[in-house]
């Protein structure tokens, strides 16, 4: 295959259901694949390892390189065409990462498990959400990792299994999904997004845990069985304000600011059928129809007006299926 052109887009995590030390199973992310923004980029078979310059060409080289040794082949060519906006929520860093080891494997036609070679990128040590929804879209609930193995510092990259899928369903065509992303500080990566989860995990309540627990079983899981948007959407709220608990002294509140307040104005809004930050934020997400659409967008216009911030806001559908690699 002379060249691929790899693309998928970000996804929206809204949070895990256990982060309690006293809980046989540790992490269980929980949510689901989104059509846009989108990370694409384009891979040709290369003699060595050649990258278009771009802002993140550093990483992409890494996982470049990387992809090439797993894989056992002599380089590729990649250019980037557009990237999920960096730590912001989005699940930039898993998406770019997978995108490289599938472009490279396409080219050289192999076939590898994506999910396997995750751990050897560094991807999938906590949440499975971002490599699930790579793999086949939807809205997804992983298993976790076991507390024994996963304490408060994870394992060393590659010595993990990223977590099975435990729950996967269809988004229903209908739902839309407003993101608000503020101008602010992008979220926590890498050893300070690390050191964070160690000192959330070293506090965490178990009971908060028992209380998501219920919340899924008895709210979430019927409601993404039936479509139903306005219970789907009020047990997502409910997860993502118990998090927001467990976070409290690493994020200054429930919700990172400026999340915290757009949320509360999206909140009075009746068109806006659940709303929270997608894991470290800054990006805020409320869960509407195509019928209610409009009232949904002037909501979140005014949410941002009267929280006195700039920011970005895209309207997006979810994505049912993996990421897309064609012939190019």
Known sequence: MSGVVVSTGGRLHFGFLNLSLAHERL???????????????????????????????????????RSCELLGVEGVS?????????????GSGTQLALSVLQGVASVYSRSPSLRALAPELG????????????ERGGFTIDAGHPTSRFTTSRPSDGEWTVPAITVHH????????VLVIPQAEPGRS?????????DVIEHADAE????????????????????????????ITEIGRLNGTWYTNEQGGVYRPPAGEVISHLQDSAACFGTGQSSWGPTVYTITNSEHLQTTKEAAR???????????ILTVSGRNAGARVDSR
């Open 190 to 198: 890498g050893e300070a997004e690390e050191q964070s989860m160690r």
């Open 27 to 65: 992490y269980g992310g929980i949510g689901l694949a989104l059509a846009t923004p989108q990370t694409q980029l384009v891979c040709h078979r290369a003699s060595r390892i050649s990258i278009d310059g771009t802002p993140d060409s550093g990483a992409i080289r890494e996982y470049a390189k």
């Open 78 to 90: 990649i250019q980037l065409k557009e990237q999920l906006p960096a730590h912001q929520g989005l």
């Open 302 to 312: 005014e949410a941002v007006q009267l929280s006195g911030t700039d920011a970005t």
């Open 170 to 177: 269809q988004i229903p065509s209908s739902w839309r999904f």
């Open 208 to 235: 908060i845990a028992n209380k998501i627990a219920g919340v899924v079983s008895r709210r979430l899981l019927p409601a993404i069985a039936d479509s139903n948007l306005e219970r789907f959407g009020s047990a």
């Open 123 to 134: 991807r999938g040590g906590r949440s499975g959400i971002g490599v699930a929804t790579f």
